[in-house]
């Protein structure tokens, strides 16, 4: 947890955050959000739940003899965003959260669906090359379930979210070269393929972590 300590807060007469009101924020998720829409440079937030006060915060290099309180660079320092066992991830040039968390040991496509279910998620969608880049910052070159498959009716791929299909303009983004192919007519699950950074279809019986995905509470005062 950080505290004033270890950041330089930004006053209104900060040019980032000028043009902005913070207070009377409704809840840490709004003020997350704010902080992401409204200051690109910043890497946090203080959030008074009394007030509605929302601060966000720019952190310093770290002080002699202090314990490190730098986020990896590029990332935000969040707390309490998302659900338990879910960490917060930013996609879209920092504008959009996700919440996810994987399902491990590896495992078969049907049964990491089932543990994301019932976790209150779905195997996580990425319509948008933005998402595939936040998804390849995740897998760290492993590879993962994610919700797209055409179990149903083959070489039509739909997506666990919201059920919807995926679209030429996605699967050309998403999908790694002479991909999907439905090789040996067995391949009706996709996952994706961390040493390659696109999406790739395979047997759903095989095994892999799951890459699960919810979305943050939504936000009901900017």
Same mark, same amino acid.
């Given at each position: ?72 660079? +590029?990332? @935000? ?6 659900? =338990?066992?879910?960490? %917060? ?6 504008? /959009? &959260? ?22 209150? +998620?779905? @195997? ?6 933005? =998402?595939?880049?936040? %998804? ?6 492993? /590879? &993962? ?6 179990q149903v009716d083959e070489g039509v791929y739909i997506w ?63």
């Amino acid at each position: 947890m950080f505290t004033q300590e270890d950041a330089v807060i930004l006053t209104a007469a900060d040019s980032c955050v000028a043009h902005f009101d913070w207070n009377q924020i409704s809840s840490e998720v709004s003020c997350a959000r704010k902080t992401i829409n409204s200051c690109p440079a910043c890497r946090g937030f203080l959030f008074d739940a009394v007030s509605g006060l929302c601060v966000p915060l720019i952190w310093l290099h770290q002080r002699p003899g202090a314990a490190s309180v730098l986020p990896p660079a +590029g990332q @935000l320092f969040f707390t309490d965003v998302c659900p =338990k066992g879910f960490q %917060v991830a930013v996609y879209g040039n920092r504008t /959009q &959260l996700a919440c996810v968390k994987m399902i491990t040991p590896a495992t078969t496509y049907g049964h990491a669906t089932s543990v994301c279910i019932d976790s209150g +998620g779905h @195997l996580a969608s990425m319509k948008t090359v933005e =998402k595939l880049a936040m %998804v390849d910052s995740l897998a760290l070159g492993r /590879q &993962l379930w994610i919700g797209l498959d055409d179990q149903v009716d083959e070489g039509v791929y739909i997506w666990q979210e919201d059920g919807s299909q995926l679209t030429d303009i996605e699967m050309a983004d998403l999908f790694d070269d002479n991909e999907p192919n439905n090789w040996r007519g067995r391949e009706d699950c996709v996952h994706f393929r961390g040493n390659r950074g696109r999406l790739n279809d395979e047997p759903c019986w095989s095994k892999k972590i799951g890459l699960c995905e919810m979305s943050p509470p939504p936000q009901t005062n900017c």
